[in-house]
């Protein structure tokens, strides 16, 4: 009897199952839970077998920062110096008109006052990633270097028209239709070796694992490569850009990941879409660091001060974190 009671109860359960979408299990301290039927795999009355020494390992929970109002989590604040009140990410968006360098107070901010407040934001509770403008030429401010928070798109038909000196107009853009997909576009300091790096880092010290993310080059090194600008020439054979990823553990050390954006004159090669990339191999980390490095050079003060010639600009989005 006491082995048929068990097996009545799992068949009457099991028809309990296919006649809804979920079930319930009443405990004594008089809490209820929920299951989904598509979740459950099957139901036992005995125990799993388990070897002690390779206990189950729990599925590893993560959060993913997205740039989207409804996954913004973190409290709101005021960037005193252009007088922004920062509730949501769409806040941290300039125009679409401002664009342009100097267009836009929110990322260029008081050129005037060298030691004013920068342009920041942190993914508070949720991946705990944070950026701030890096302190470069004696001020905070994009052209500098940075993270801005954008949703701007523009198609490669409307780019082809707008000339070397109208590229600029779409900095903060994406290729592509009008989207509302909002992501993060980076510009790195175009000085080749400089210690300046645009930075991820967690803002509570916490060393974490960061999966992966996408990334995607943007509409000024893409009109660049393919048409060439003020200063520099649409790309060959020869020519290369890629995105270095430095991850920084607890101890100080560092490993690097290389994700080349365009490697020769073929665009239909280069990462024009957005590309998913695994930095899993980095381990825990504190920040990730990323500078870009190309092929076209150019050299001022007889070859003493050295910078890369196309505009250094890439996007990131859907950063996971394993917490």
């Known amino acids: 009897m006491k082995r048929i009671l068990p097996l009545l109860i799992a068949s009457v359960v099991s028809v309990a199952l296919l006649a809804q979408n979920s079930f ?7 809490s209820v839970e929920q299951y989904l039927v598509d979740e459950v795999e099957r139901i036992s009355f005995e125990a799993p077998e388990v070897d002690p020494d390779q206990p189950i390992d729990p599925e590893p929970q993560v959060a993913v920062l997205t740039f989207e109002d409804d996954d913004a989590k973190f409290p709101a604040y005021t960037l005193d110096y252009c007088g922004v009140d920062v509730a949501t990410w769409s806040d ?7 664009q342009y360098y100097g267009g836009s107070t929110l990322i260029y901010g008081d ?21 701030t403008f890096p302190y470069n030429y004696d ?18 038909e409307e780019l082809e028209n707008v000339g070397t000196a109208g590229m600029y107009n779409y900095q ?26 645009v930075e991820l880092a967690f803002e509570d010290g916490v060393a974490r694992q960061i999966n992966k993310m996408s990334v995607v080059m943007t509409a000024l090194p893409i009109y660049s490569l393919l048409y060439g600008s003020d200063f520099s020439e649409a790309y060959d054979d020869d020519d290369y850009l890629k995105l270095v990823i430095t991850g920084y553990a607890e101890d100080g050390s560092t490993q690097e990941i290389e994700v080349m954006l365009a490697d020769g004159a073929d665009p239909s090669t ?3 879409d957005w590309t998913e990339v695994d930095l899993s191999s980095l381990g825990k980390v504190t920040k990730i660091a990323f500078h870009m490095d190309e092929a076209q ?3 001022y003060d007889g070859g003493e001060t050295i910078y890369y010639k196309s505009p250094l600009y890439f996007a ?4 996971e974190v394993q917490l």
């Open 297 to 299: 050079q150019i050299s």
């Open 270 to 272: 280069w990462v024009v």
């Open 92 to 98: 941290l968006i300039p125009a679409e008109d401002e």
């Open 172 to 197: 903060l853009s994406a290729l592509g239709e009008k989207t509302d997909n909002t992501f993060a576009i980076a510009y790195c300091d175009s000085k080749v070796g400089t210690d300046v790096k």
């Open 111 to 131: 050129w005037s006052n060298p030691d004013g407040a920068p342009y920041t934001w942190t993914d508070q509770g949720n991946t705990q990633l944070s950026h």
């Open 316 to 319: 990131i989005d859907d950063v």
């Open 24 to 30: 319930y299990i009443y405990k004594l301290d008089g």
């Open 139 to 156: 001020t905070y401010g994009f052209a500098g270097g940075g993270f801005v928070i954008s949703h701007h798109y523009v198609t490669l």
